[in-house]
């Protein structure tokens, strides 16, 4: 494969997808990843290093081509396969009883399947089995996946652009850190699930208000309905804790997560659940099935992953990321005040909100100039999302705010230029 990114975005425009090898090309990006290792990747030819500073969302939680979740795949590959979802298997049992041991002590069952939405989507229903109510709450703000629930409780654009509008006898979404607009659906008393986001990611990680998530578990069971909590981009300890709503002293009726539970190698995730939330496994337990689900090959992969996460060294490192990165960032912000104008910061969830409406595209686009892959907040594109690997070194912590640094001047010329040809 000898080919060169140019060629690969050619290729790519033609048998892939037109619009985003458009977009990356708009942004003068033609990024195809080369090798990788830890924070870093090259490009393809290996003329370029970046940090990378989005993690895939989390998936690299524990940085590129973790060597100990890579030997537990390589060693798992020789002794199992996807082994077959109707058994119970030892790989399985070991995953569940680590994911509860992470979690509140109400949570005693977890069904363990491969994509985020897959995995909303299962909860969401379980839910609508336990309580035989329908509606489901959520946030406008919100992006809960692509598969057909999940992306109804997403924010309503992204359904209502593949023709999926959501049915408002069934769907419900309110703005986040209003409580007000919660009790007044919950009133109806036909809801099934409130689903939050912990922190909405695409959103740009706005906080949320004090007691909001305790708050939330509150309302939802004063009128009968459960509590998700989607810990997909927040839990796994990018809060600093295993799961972001239980750092703010909220105990939901399921937790649902994904993306680091791959290590990065196998596309895994999970809900966990209370015995209510679980009680349709007591009266038909074969009445959701998918072919992969609790895979045993990715039960051993995401079973790594939870004992690395769970060891004092990694808990130690988030701890020095979060203090480093809370101490570093005011400092950048102050000297550049005018246009970075917040920081939002739990653990290693942190977005960086701009003055200008495409600030966080502006610094998005200036950052790959000099080395650092993060993103925008799509839904907030003010906003940057800064999401460092677990075990990120200081020195590449260090690296990060130098480069931030370097790139503020450009991001503000791009906007400056912007605002200047808008009027
Ligand atoms: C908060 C949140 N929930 C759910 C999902 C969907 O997960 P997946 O892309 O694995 O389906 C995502 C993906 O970005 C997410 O950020």
Not at 23 to 45: A, H, I, N, Q
Not at 127 to 154: N, P
Not at 237 to 263: E, F, H, N, Q
Request: hydrophobic share 40%; with cysteine.
């Amino acid at each position: 494969m000898n080919k060169t990114a140019h060629e690969i975005y050619d290729e790519a425009y033609k048998i892939w997808n037109p619009d985003r090898v458009n977009t990356f090309r708009s942004f003068g990006v033609e990024l195809v990843m080369g090798e990788r290792e830890g924070s870093y990747f090259k490009d393809l030819e290996g003329h370029h290093t970046f940090i990378n500073m989005h993690s895939n969302g989390g998936v690299y939680n524990l940085g590129h081509r973790n060597p100990e979740i890579r030997e537990a795949l390589v060693k798992g590959a020789e002794l199992v396969d996807a082994g077959n979802h109707y058994f119970p298997s030892p790989y399985k049992n070991e995953l569940n009883e680590r994911l509860l041991a992470a979690s509140p002590d109400n949570m005693k069952y977890v069904f363990v399947l491969n994509g985020g939405g897959e995995a909303v989507d299962a909860a969401i229903k379980f839910a609508r089995r336990t309580t035989k109510k329908s509606r489901v709450v959520s946030l406008s703000c919100a992006f809960h996946g692509s598969t057909g629930i999940s992306m109804q409780a997403s924010n309503p654009t992204i359904a209502e652009s593949f023709n999926m509008k959501p049915d408002p006898d069934l769907y419900t979404h309110i703005e986040y850190n209003n409580l007000e607009q919660l009790e007044s659906v919950l009133k109806k008393k036909d809801t099934a699930a409130v689903i939050i986001e912990s922190i909405p990611a695409t959103a740009g990680f706005p906080m949320p208000i004090e007691n909001y998530h305790k708050n939330v578990e509150e309302l939802t069971h004063k009128y009968g309905a459960l509590y998700i909590a989607d810990e997909i981009q927040t839990g796994l300890m990018r809060s600093g804790d295993m799961w972001c709503c239980c750092k703010y002293g909220a105990t939901p009726d399921m937790i649902v997560t994904g993306k680091g539970l791959s290590g990065g190698y196998y596309p895994m995730s999970a809900v966990i659940m209370n015995e209510e939330a679980a009680s349709w496994m007591k009266d038909d337990g074969f009445a959701h099935t998918s072919s992969f689900n609790g895979t045993e090959l990715g039960c051993i992969v995401a079973s790594k992953a939870m004992e690395i996460l769970t060891r004092e060294e990694t808990v130690a490192n988030v701890d020095m990321l979060t203090n480093f990165f809370a101490q570093e960032l005011p400092k950048i912000q102050r000297k550049y005040a005018d246009f970075f104008t917040e920081i939002r910061q739990c653990g290693v969830i942190m977005g960086l909100k701009t003055a200008h409406p495409f600030g966080g595209g502006a610094l998005m686009l200036s950052l790959i100039k000099h080395g650092v892959w993060s993103m925008m907040a799509n839904f907030d594109r003010s906003v940057l999302q800064f999401k460092p690997n677990l075990l990120m070194k200081k020195e590449t912590a260090e690296e990060v705010i130098s480069k931030l640094d370097q790139s503020m001047g450009d991001a503000i010329e791009m906007v400056t230029e912007m605002a200047a040809k808008n009027g």
